[in-house]
């Protein structure tokens, strides 16, 4: 297709000046530039291309920025970019210094927050509309949630609270899986008529304003019109928590949503409008797969099939650490009845599909819930089954009460598996995995620990599975190192760490994804005439003390190295007990991430900009030793 309309729309105004009748052209343009870009950048496809035709309609009718949209989960947001000015600046989608894969306040103030986790967008429009109402604004505000965000128990409260406050705002309902309410045709689309025609609300309004006369009438007639509400209007969930509810309407009928969105915005309630579209849209194998179109790579147009870099090429030669817990988890499974797994609305993501289809009776989704997902786990604990819930790191941060208040302190065993801990990548801020170590290290009797590969991810969840206390199993978005392959595979237990090389000079204590690093950085100061021992410390909780202290005894000079931020993580417990052993006045530096939000771009890559390269942390090593005194002097 050629393009011609949307090489002139660089804003909201410019869109505005296309006839409405042409709008069905200018979402064909989008569709097709949108699917070529992130085929170039990799990206969430599915939801951009599903939310397509809803975004032109509501650009075409607000008055953004004045007017906000809230999105939840940035992956439905990426035509709203475009038509907000960065469509040029598509093809840098995800990659170091260009745009992010989520909305950004600093990209464009068009983007009133930041949105990577899922369920916020209803609290944050209630938000802006009470502080709309104070200020004594005008300005509209749009929270558009999917059917999955939906599912977030922070949706829920924000929609109990925004129908008691019945603030002017619209809740949009984009329902591309769940089907909460089935679209019946020319039925719906007569109802939808009906229910956003101004004069139609402005007779129910008179009507019932002129029925409080009269109040025996009034009750009958309101009794009569729920009743006929309840067989005839779809979505009456919505209105019993206050909404004025609408739909389902296409979502793909450009023209006539944005017919509909001036009739609801007209009302200046607090409304739900519902509406049905297809994710992936358009693209053929984001349309019958919802797992590729979702988080996709660069891939080819008419195939859909990856296209790999040289690296991933490389490292196609072994498995992730994703697969190595998922054949773990089956191993184990086989041969304990009582273990079930729980994730939430991330069975592929998490490795947790093979488990589906092997135990579907033990298995559990729980959707976009990580709170409950980790609750629900502790109580079956109770029962004397064996929970383990996966989930990537960047959403436990959400479970953290549940995991104090009803694993921990229930005082009972629930495995959780921590995927994409550390870097992730093009996800950027919003999803690094860098914090777990920091906010549950605090949690009492948790233990936390970090396969350095599948050997150690299967012995560790064995131990999880028999341990009576929350325990942690954290590895990265990354593939299983063939390093490790030739050396021996003896069993451990919970707490202990391994020698991986002895020296004399300075101890390097890795852990998970860093013990790669510091084997091969021990080799270069090897080279150097740099005697390093590396400990393969397996556990950030609880630590191998007898490891540390004859690390202590042993060498000048102790080194810690973590995929982790540098506050609160690994080696902040390393210091923590030391000065707990009166040996403050050891040497000791860490090598870990900065205490700051890490930015997308590639996970190699910010490795070695933040010091965590082999190259980097046998150079830093090398110019510490040369400022140590000798021993004995």
């Avoid at 909305?103 to 209630?126: M, Q």
């Amino acid at each position: 297709m050629t393009t011609n309309w949307i090489q002139n729309i660089n804003s909201p105004e410019d869109l505005k000046k296309v006839p409405l009748e042409k709008l069905p052209e200018v979402a064909a343009e989008y569709r097709e530039f949108l699917i070529q870009s992130v085929a170039k950048t990799g990206g969430h496809l599915g939801a951009s291309l599903g939310t397509l035709e809803l975004t032109i309609a509501l650009h075409y009718v607000l008055n953004s920025p004045e007017d906000k949209i809230c999105w939840d989960v940035g992956h439905q947001a990426y035509v709203h970019k475009m038509i907000t000015g960065r469509r040029d600046r598509m093809t840098t989608m995800r990659q170091p210094g260009g745009l992010s894969g989520f909305p950004a306040p600093w990209e464009s103030k068009h983007d009133p927050f930041i949105v990577g986790h899922a369920g916020t967008a209803i609290s944050e429009a209630l938000g802006l509309a009470c502080a709309r109402d104070l200020k004594k604004g005008q300005e509209k505000v749009v929270a558009l949630v999917g059917d999955g965000a939906i599912t977030a128990g922070l949706s829920f409260e924000a929609l109990n609270h925004a129908g008691h406050l019945k603030k002017n705002m619209l809740v949009i309902l984009n329902d591309n899986e769940m089907s909460i309410a089935k679209n019946v045709g020319a039925v719906s689309r007569y109802l939808n008529k009906v229910l956003t025609n101004p004069i139609y609300n402005r007779v129910r309004s008179e009507l019932e304003k002129q029925l409080q006369k009269f109040p025996r009438l009034q009750k009958l007639a309101n009794a009569s019109l729920e009743r006929m509400k309840h067989l005839f209007v779809p979505g009456i969930l919505f209105e019993e928590l206050g909404y004025r509810y609408f739909g389902p309407v296409d979502g793909h009928d450009v023209i006539r949503l944005v017919g509909i969105l001036k009739d609801v915005f007209a009302l200046g309630t607090c409304s739900l409008l519902h509406v049905i579209t297809k994710k992936g849209r358009g693209c053929e194998f984001a349309e019958h797969d919802e797992e590729k179109g979702h988080g996709v790579v660069p891939f080819n147009v008419k195939t859909g099939e990856k296209i790999k870099s040289a690296p991933e090429k490389d490292a196609a030669r072994s498995i992730s650490f994703t697969q190595a817990f998922s054949d773990a988890l089956l191993k184990l499974a086989r041969r304990d009845p009582a273990v079930v797994a729980v994730t939430a609305a991330m069975p592929t993501g998490t490795g947790l599909h093979d488990f589906q289809k092997s135990f579907p009776d033990r298995f559990f989704d729980v959707g976009i819930a990580e709170q409950h997902a980790v609750t629900f786990a502790g109580a079956m604990a109770k029962c004397g089954l064996k929970p383990v819930v996966a989930v990537y790191s960047t959403f436990m941060q959400r479970s953290y009460d549940s995991v104090m208040h009803d694993v921990a302190l229930q005082r009972t065993g629930v495995v959780l598996a921590l995927d994409r801990a550390g870097l992730v990548g093009a996800d950027g801020a919003t999803h690094q995995g860098i914090f777990d170590i920091a906010f549950l290290g605090s949690v009492p009797g948790i233990v936390i620990g970090a396969p350095k590969d599948e050997f150690e991810m299967e012995r560790m969840l064995d131990l999880g599975l028999g341990a009576p206390v929350p325990f942690v199993i954290r590895y990265p978005r990354a593939n299983v190192t063939k390093f490790f392959d030739e050396l021996p595979k003896r069993p451990f237990q919970t707490g202990e760490g391994e020698v991986m090389f002895d020296g004399d000079d300075v101890t390097l204590l890795a852990l998970g994804s860093t013990v790669e690093v510091a084997c091969k950085a021990h080799a270069l100061l090897k080279k150097e005439g740099v005697s390093a021992r590396v400990v393969n410390m397996r556990f950030a909780k609880p630590l191998d003390e007898t490891m540390i202290l004859e690390s202590v005894k042993k060498t000048r000079m102790l080194f810690t190295l973590e995929e982790h931020v540098l506050t609160g993580g690994f080696g902040s417990q390393i210091l923590e007990f030391l000065e707990e052993r009166r040996l403050g006045g050891t040497p000791l530096k860490r090598f870990a991430l900065p205490d700051e939000f890490i930015e997308h771009g590639s996970r190699e890559a910010q490795l070695e900009l933040y010091g965590l390269s082999p190259e980097k942390v046998a150079a830093a090593v090398l110019k510490e030793v040369q400022v140590l005194p000798q021993r004995g002097s």
